[in-house]
T-cell receptor, first 115, second 114 residues
């Protein structure tokens, strides 16, 4: 158990729908990162939050959004889902704002299947 | 900008054989380099990392990697493969700075034959 908790583990939904993925970072970690892992794109950085504020944006679609709450858990919202959004979504956390030399601690992921 | 190249998507070795997984990076500033491993149905976990200092880095499970600046490489090796090493391996690069982020390579799947 890495200490990073992601729910749900598996999610099957239909095109056009909206889903929310949840992440609780490791105790004491203030920074949360979201990554998307797909067969064709590999691991793609989506977005980072630090202590409630957005700090960095990667290849995140406009249909996707995220936020980090005062208790430091984070949610990734995916809307108007398309077949191509089917992927494994990982959350990771670090104690401080920059990933730099910090080791990212990953959760087990949420597998999204869009039918 | 920074990037990582992991040539090939699959490597197969016999149990007891040398494991060599290649990684080349591109970075405009001194890099921090990482190897992560992903076992089936699990998240990624750190094998080893290089930040500064000794260029030969030892990690968990008998793995090690050497940072070679002149070759912009950070290849992962293990002298003797074990069946339990079968997994997907990711090389990643970052750098110092408050807004640095980790950039991953495409990953290499390691298979170990009995």
């Amino acid at each position: 158990d890495s200490g990073v908790t992601q729910t749900p583990k598996h999610l099957i939904t239909a095109t056009g729908q909206r889903v929310t993925l949840r992440c609780s970072p490791r105790s004491g970690d203030l920074s949360v990162y979201w990554y998307q892992q797909s067969l064709d794109q590999g691991l793609q950085f989506l977005i980072q939050y630090y202590n409630g504020e957005e700090r960095a944006k990667g290849n995140i679609l406009e249909r996707f959004s995220a936020q980090q709450f005062p208790d430091l858990h984070s949610e990734l919202n995916l809307s108007s889902l398309e077949l191509g959004d089917s992927a494994l979504y990982f959350c990771a956390s670090t104690p401080t704002v920059g990933s730099g030399a910090n080791v990212l601690t990953f959760g087990a992921g949420s597998r999204l299947t869009v039918l | 900008a920074q990037s990582v190249t992991q040539l090939g998507s699959h490597v197969s070795v016999s149990e007891g054989a040398l494991v060599l997984l290649r990684c080349n990076y591109s970075s405009s500033v001194p890099p921090y380099l990482f190897w992560y491993v992903q076992y089936p149905n699990q998240g990624l976990q750190l094998l080893l990392k290089y930040t500064t200092g000794a260029t030969l880095v030892k990690g968990i499970n008998g793995f090690e990697a050497e940072f070679k600046k002149s070759e912009t490489s950070f290849h992962l090796t293990k002298p003797s493969a074990h069946m339990s090493d079968a997994a997907e391996y990711f090389c990643a690069v970052s750098h110092t700075g408050a807004n640095s982020k980790l950039t991953f390579g495409k990953g290499i799947t390691l298979s170990v034959r009995p």
